[in-house]
């Protein structure tokens, strides 16, 4: 059975409550609707290893969960730019179709990047009903967590506040790049012990953990990389998604830390 992009879309959009929304950045950012999907690759970002990856899958629909040309509104600032000139004509040449899938994915029942973390980490049981961002692990530790992220989220290290042996039962998945107030309120919003962020900032998180340890409320945070914190979730989307369009392949790429460790 042939499927369009569109039609692959509307299935993806429909699944999600409270979609589509006005203004979302959740969007087909290149290509023709009306095309013939050939293949899928589900993306944390659609980087230039990711497509060139999936032209040579074959694969015409890129579904990622972050921007394309470096900016979460598509605004027109970097139009004139050499790399994006070259990366839109690389898109262009070999007909890919982009779809940005960043709101909706994390308004998803449950949240579909959190899901596919919790999942890798094997925390199901440890979700609250009522607290979405939140695990209660028994017994958890700041050294055992740290571990334990190492190993299924494949960190070369762990960036770490907090003492190992320092308990860290209630933890807070605040994936991504939320802002640094955020983060600080969630510590009282949901009496956390530890976050778990993928970015932070780190003149604002940083020390309020910092002087919050010194006053004796003992606080971590344990700082994943804004990929590796939620690139999991994307991987999940290809057991969600392969269902509803069980006759086109789906390719899951991960694109791993941006930096490197010298």
């Not at 890129?62 to 994006?84: C, F, K, N, Q, R």
Request: charged content about 20%; aromatic content about 8%.
């Amino acid at each position: 059975m042939a499927r369009t992009i569109q039609e692959v879309l509307d299935l993806i959009i429909a699944a999600v409550p409270g979609a589509p929304q006005a203004g979302s950045v959740d969007v087909l950012k290149s290509g023709d609707p009306a095309w013939e999907v050939t293949g899928i690759v589900t993306t944390f970002t659609a980087s230039m290893d990711v497509l060139r990856q999936a032209v040579e899958l074959g694969a015409n629909l890129v579904i990622t969960h972050e921007p394309t040309y470096y900016d979460h509104y598509d605004s027109d600032w970097l139009a004139g730019d050499p790399v994006v000139q070259a990366k839109r004509a690389f898109i262009e040449e070999h007909k890919l179709a982009i779809f940005r899938f960043h709101d909706y994915w994390h308004m998803h029942e449950p949240d579909g990047i959190i899901t596919g973390m919790v999942r890798v980490l094997g925390w199901e049981a440890y979700k609250q009903e009522d607290e979405w961002m939140v695990v209660v692990i028994p017994g958890m530790t700041v050294g055992k967590l740290a571990a334990s992220l190492k190993e299924k989220l494949a960190l070369p290290i762990a960036r770490v506040m907090g003492e190992p042996e320092q308990p860290c039962e209630r933890i807070g998945l605040i994936v991504g790049a939320m802002p640094g107030d955020f983060q600080i309120k969630a510590f009282e919003r949901w009496h956390l012990d530890a976050i778990i962020c993928g970015e932070t900032a780190e003149w604002q998180t940083c020390e309020y953990v910092r002087d919050a340890n010194a006053l004796g409320f003992n606080k971590a945070l344990l700082i994943a990389g804004h990929a590796k914190s939620e690139e999991e979730g994307m991987h999940y989307l290809v057991e969600w998604l392969q269902p509803k369009v069980p006759e086109l392949s789906i390719t899951y790429i991960a694109v791993g830390d941006p930096v490197s460790l010298l």
